[in-house]
T-cell receptor
Framework: EAGVTQFPSHSVIEKGQTVTLRCDPI?????LYWYRRVMGKEIKFLLH????????ESGMPNNRFLAERTGGTYSTLKVQPAELEDSGVYFC?????????????FGPGTRLTVL | GENVEQHPSTLSVQEGDSAVIKCTYS??????FPWYKQELGKGPQLIID?????GEKKDQRIAVTLNKTAKHFSLHITETQPEDSAVYFC??????????FGAGTTVTVRA
């Protein structure tokens, strides 16, 4: 079974530019999560999809961040325009069961650097 | 919201010795506590988890203990080996799906 994959692995952009991160969850996993780790701090929750629906986006920093999951398969996270404080590692995770906490499987992350 | 504190931030142990990482949480409703290991260039991988109806769980050299009254849980690694060197994260559940993570512990096993 293939794991969670993320693309790109690294992205270096200038302040004001736009970046789109992609996540492909494990096949059959309805739940998809985005997390972010900034500068050696804790991994912070950004948002949660169940299939194509956003269940909780309480962790999204501001309206410069837009996440989508069209068709309930892969997801994209767009940052527009990027700011310096957006630098960090963005992780995607997926889990199988709805209606209860289940093991979350993480992807390798995308390291975003905003200059 | 849930706040998870993790200590220590770095831990260096001699190969063969034990390593202990401790976490505390604030939300008494948390009922699921996973531990993740992140190796260089990889994403966090689940190594063990515990639910609130259990006080201790073991898997070979790894064990986790949970004290719900005191709201703390710990990871114990015995007979450490060089391949145990990594960053370890504890987490506590928020509601049915969210996880709140600690800041991570960088473990170095000296040969």
């Amino acid at each position: 079974e293939a794991g969670v994959t993320q693309f790109p692995s690294h992205s270096v952009i200038e302040k004001g530019q736009t970046v789109t991160l992609r996540c492909d969850p494990i096949s059959g996993h309805d739940n998809l999560y985005w997390y972010r780790r900034v500068m050696g701090k804790e991994i912070k929750f950004l948002l949660h999809f169940v299939k194509e629906s956003k269940q909780d986006e309480s962790g999204m920093p501001n309206n410069r961040f837009l996440a989508e999951r069209t068709g309930g398969t892969y997801s994209t996270l767009k940052v527009q325009p990027a700011e310096l404080e957006d630098s960090g590692v963005y992780f995607c995770a997926s889990s199988r069961l709805a209606g209860g906490i289940d093991t979350q499987y993480f992807g390798p992350g995308t390291r975003l650097t905003v200059l | 919201g849930e706040n998870v504190e993790q200590h220590p931030s770095t831990l260096s142990v001699q190969e063969g010795d034990s390593a202990v990482i401790k976490c505390t949480y604030s939300d008494s409703a948390s009922n699921y506590f996973p531990w993740y290991k992140q190796e260089l260039g990889k994403g966090p991988q689940l190594i063990i988890d515990i639910r609130s109806n259990v006080g201790e769980k073991k898997d070979q050299r790894i064990a986790v203990t949970l004290n719900k009254t005191a709201k703390h849980f710990s990871l114990h690694i015995t007979e450490t080996q060089p391949e145990d060197s990594a960053v370890y994260f504890c987490a506590a559940s928020i509601g049915d799906y969210k996880l709140s993570f600690g800041a991570g512990t960088t473990v170095t096993v000296r040969a």
